[in-house]
C-alpha cells in the first residue's frame, strides 16, 4: 500500500522539480525567481557548459529544458514511467557532472541534484506504477 503513494509522490516531486526550473527561467515566479528570464538563465547555462563550443551552447539550454518538461509530463501522468525515470536520472547526473566541474560540487548539493537522480533512479526499479498510465495500459 505505502509504495502505491510514495512512487506516486517520487514521480510528482521530480516533476515539479523540473517544471519549477522552466518556469523560473520564464520569469514566472517573479520576485522569487533565480534567474527571472531566459538569457540569465542562458548565461548560467553557459557557465555549465564551459566545454561547448559557442554555437552549441544555446541549443544545449534548450534541450535540456525541452526534456525537463518532456520527462515532467511523462512523470505526472506516469507514461513508460520506468523508461522515464532513468532518463531524468540520467540528465540530473549530467547536471550534477557539469555543476561540479564548472561550480564546485557544494553547487550540487544546494540544488539537491545527486538526491534527485538518485530518487529518479529508485522510482525506475519499481515494477508497478500505480495511479499512472502505464497501470491502466497494461490492464
Do not use: H
Request: proline share 1%.
Amino acid at each position: 500500500m505505502q509504495q502505491k503513494f510514495t512512487q506516486l509522490f517520487v514521480r510528482i516531486a521530480v516533476a515539479t522539480a523540473f517544471l519549477s526550473a522552466v518556469a523560473d527561467r520564464i520569469g514566472l515566479w517573479g520576485k522569487y525567481s533565480s534567474w527571472g528570464n531566459w538569457g540569465s538563465f542562458l548565461e548560467y547555462s553557459n557557465k555549465l557548459n564551459f566545454f561547448a563550443p559557442e554555437f552549441l551552447k544555446e541549443p544545449l539550454a534548450i534541450i535540456a529544458t525541452i526534456l525537463e518538461v518532456v520527462f515532467a509530463g511523462l512523470l505526472i501522468i506516469g507514461y513508460k514511467t520506468k523508461i522515464t525515470a532513468n532518463l531524468s536520472g540520467i540528465l540530473l547526473l549530467i547536471f550534477a557532472f557539469t555543476m561540479t566541474f564548472a561550480l564546485g560540487l557544494k553547487s550540487t548539493f544546494d540544488y539537491s541534484v545527486w538526491v534527485s537522480a538518485g530518487a529518479c533512479f529508485l522510482l525506475a526499479e519499481i515494477d508497478n506504477y500505480d495511479y499512472s498510465l502505464d497501470k491502466y495500459l497494461k490492464k
